[in-house]
């Protein structure tokens, strides 16, 4: 898989559609994998939704409920907004190859059937033309869909979701531009009674530690028009991996982000055999104001609490002590949560270890007020000179203390620092699972509430 695309909430059911080629384990002919779940953690793998046809594969896109019938495809229908991407006129450098087309389904999302007049929104002479993310807007009670053009989003409007029209673009100046834009997103969070706007903008390459990632802009929309309240080029995630990550659409306040954890530098000759690419953790996404200006927290989904069980509790640790856990705890679980505090004026270094001497580490380096995660020797690397790095994110939150909370599966880390403002994904591969984790500060600085879980598999 790459890209999560349509996921939407419907009848007590998420739905999380992906970008799949069904024939190979690297990017080919996209199709829509599906899966459903009913908690966000335990998926049942579905029948593939979409097919490529004559108009061509399918690319990313939203999903949505039209709750009022206003495609008349039935009443809740649920409607998939996606890029037809055809082959042929990509080959041509001059060629148009993306539109965007409709797919709907009226029995719970088990079958699709493709909209007779597709495409719905024709290129108008731009090659990079993908991604369309359709959200109802209330106030100006139209669909609005956020969509990919190059290097700015463009936004259009639809009553009906079959008819659209350009309202405004948004990019020019602003924002990181070292690659392609993709994959956009464009939610509001209520601040007593006003709302504010997040407008997400994946990019390919250029994020800050190289390659894929996904910045965010926050401001004000109209309806028409996305305003932003400054200049400022924000990351919903540091580490490497966490690409074209969008929200479910009918959550009601909910914010419910999901990413790809992968990197386009690598992702195709990562060492997995029978599949490649997985999801990162579904993250809630609220908003902080940090110092006058707004800023995205992402957490893991409150879900996750029913899989996971407390393993031991460390209420205060010398940071001159290099703590193995595995001496206080034994061999840690494959996967785990780990929680911590630190006084913010100190360095501190957590480090995952196995006994091949492979390693991969996360701290803080307190003068320099920044994160990192350094993988340069978490395992296999050979496969791309891209892979092994040390990858840094300044510190948002500007608390006395850093709480770090560590999400470890068996190739993969996730950490959310002060609450989710800084957060950084990164995938390794060890030649065997890493069963220790070393706590290093300085002397005399404590690591407090220091909180060992596990996390149950949900998966064999
Ligand atoms: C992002 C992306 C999208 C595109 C899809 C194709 O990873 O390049 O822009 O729709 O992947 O698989």
Same mark, same amino acid.
């Given at each position: 898989?790459?890209?999560?695309?349509?996921?939407?909430?419907?009848?007590?059911?998420?739905?999380?559609?992906?970008?799949?080629?069904?024939?190979?384990?690297?990017?080919?002919?996209?199709?829509?994998?599906?899966?459903?779940?009913?908690?966000?953690?335990?998926?049942?793998?579905?029948?593939?939704?979409?097919?490529?046809?004559?108009?061509?594969?399918?690319?990313?896109?939203?999903?949505?409920?039209?709750?009022?019938?206003?495609?008349?495809?039935?009443?809740?229908?649920?409607?998939?907004?996606?890029?037809?991407?055809?082959?042929?006129?990509?080959?041509?450098?001059?060629?148009?190859?993306?539109?965007?087309?409709?797919?709907?389904?009226?029995?719970?999302?088990?079958?699709?059937?493709?909209?007779?007049?597709?495409?719905?929104?024709?290129?108008?002479?731009?090659?990079?033309?993908?991604?369309?993310?359709?959200?109802?807007?209330?106030?100006?009670?139209?669909? !609005?869909?956020?969509?990919? &053009?190059?290097?700015?989003?463009? @936004?259009? /409007?639809?009553? =009906?979701?079959? #008819?659209?029209?350009?309202?405004?673009?948004?990019?020019?100046?602003?924002?990181?531009?070292?690659?392609?834009?993709?994959?956009?997103?464009?939610?509001?969070?209520?601040?007593?009674?006003?709302?504010?706007?997040?407008?997400?903008?994946?990019?390919?390459?250029?994020?800050?530690?190289?390659?894929?990632?996904?910045?965010?802009?926050?401001?004000?929309?109209?309806?028409?028009?996305?305003?932003?309240?400054?200049?400022?080029?924000?990351?919903?995630?540091?580490?490497?991996?966490?690409?074209?990550? !969008?929200?479910?659409?009918? &959550?009601?306040?909910?914010?419910? @982000?999901? /990413?790809?954890? =992968?990197?386009? #530098?690598?992702?195709?000759?990562?060492?997995?055999?029978?599949?490649?690419?997985?999801?990162?953790?579904?993250?809630?996404?609220?908003?902080?104001?940090?110092?006058?200006?707004?800023?995205?927290?992402?957490?893991?989904?409150?879900?996750?609490?029913?899989?996971?069980?407390?393993?031991?509790?460390?209420?205060?640790?010398?940071?001159?002590?290099?703590?193995?856990l595995k001496a206080t705890a034994g061999n840690l679980p494959e996967t785990y949560r780990l929680d911590l505090t630190y006084p913010a004026d100190h360095t501190f270094e957590v480090t995952l270890k196995n006994d091949a001497n492979e390693q991969i580490t996360f701290g803080?380096?307190?003068?320099?007020?920044?994160?990192?995660?350094?993988?340069?020797?978490?395992?296999?690397?050979?496969?791309?000179?891209?892979?092994?790095?040390?990858?840094?994110?300044?510190?948002?939150?500007?608390?006395?203390?850093?709480?770090?909370?560590?999400?470890?599966?068996?190739?993969?880390?996730?950490?959310?620092?002060?609450?989710?403002?800084?957060?950084?994904?990164?995938?390794?591969?060890?030649?065997?699972?890493?069963?220790?984790?070393?706590?290093?500060?300085?002397?005399?600085?404590?690591?407090?509430?220091?909180?060992?879980?596990?996390?149950?598999?949900?998966?064999?």
């Amino acid at each position: 898989m790459n890209d999560p695309n349509g996921m939407v909430y419907h009848n007590g059911t998420y739905h999380l559609f992906f970008q799949h080629n069904p024939d190979s384990t690297v990017w080919g002919p996209m199709h829509w994998g599906h899966a459903t779940s009913q908690d966000l953690l335990h998926w049942e793998e579905q029948p593939i939704a979409l097919f490529p046809d004559s108009l061509g594969t399918i690319f990313s896109g939203s999903a949505v409920v039209d709750k009022d019938n206003t495609a008349g495809f039935g009443n809740n229908a649920l409607v998939a907004i996606f890029t037809h991407h055809n082959h042929t006129l990509a080959q041509n450098q001059a060629g148009l190859p993306q539109y965007q087309s409709l797919a709907y389904s009226t029995d719970e999302g088990k079958t699709w059937a493709k909209y007779e007049g597709n495409p719905v929104l024709p290129n108008p002479g731009i090659r990079d033309f993908r991604d369309p993310k359709v959200m109802w807007h209330e106030e100006s009670e139209k669909w !609005v869909m956020t969509l990919a &053009t190059k290097q700015s989003i463009t @936004f259009y /409007g639809s009553p =009906n979701l079959k #008819e659209w029209t350009k309202l405004s673009e948004f990019g020019e100046g602003i924002g990181a531009h070292g690659g392609v834009w993709e994959c956009p997103d464009l939610i509001s969070f209520d601040d007593q009674g006003k709302k504010i706007w997040v407008l997400i903008v994946n990019l390919n390459p250029g994020a800050p530690n190289g390659g894929s990632g996904g910045q965010y802009f926050v401001g004000d929309f109209d309806g028409t028009t996305f305003r932003p309240f400054d200049t400022d080029t924000r990351w919903l995630d540091f580490g490497r991996d966490n690409y074209a990550g !969008v929200t479910w659409s009918n &959550t009601g306040n909910r914010r419910i @982000f999901i /990413g790809w954890m =992968n990197n386009w #530098e690598y992702a195709n000759v990562v060492p997995t055999e029978t599949w490649r690419g997985a999801t990162t953790l579904p993250r809630e996404l609220g908003i902080e104001k940090i110092n006058g200006k707004w800023y995205l927290a992402s957490q893991p989904v409150p879900e996750l609490s029913a899989i996971t069980s407390s393993l031991q509790k460390l209420p205060s640790v010398d940071g001159g002590e290099s703590l193995s856990l595995k001496a206080t705890a034994g061999n840690l679980p494959e996967t785990y949560r780990l929680d911590l505090t630190y006084p913010a004026d100190h360095t501190f270094e957590v480090t995952l270890k196995n006994d091949a001497n492979e390693q991969i580490t996360f701290g803080y380096a307190a003068t320099e007020r920044r994160f990192f995660i350094d993988r340069t020797l978490a395992g296999n690397h050979a496969f791309s000179e891209k892979f092994a790095s040390k990858d840094s994110a300044p510190r948002i939150g500007d608390q006395p203390e850093i709480r770090v909370s560590l999400w470890v599966d068996v190739a993969s880390i996730e950490v959310f620092a002060d609450d989710g403002l800084t957060a950084m994904t990164e995938i390794f591969f060890p030649s065997r699972v890493y069963d220790d984790i070393v706590l290093q500060g300085q002397s005399g600085a404590m690591f407090t509430d220091v909180h060992l879980s596990r996390i149950s598999p949900t998966t064999n």
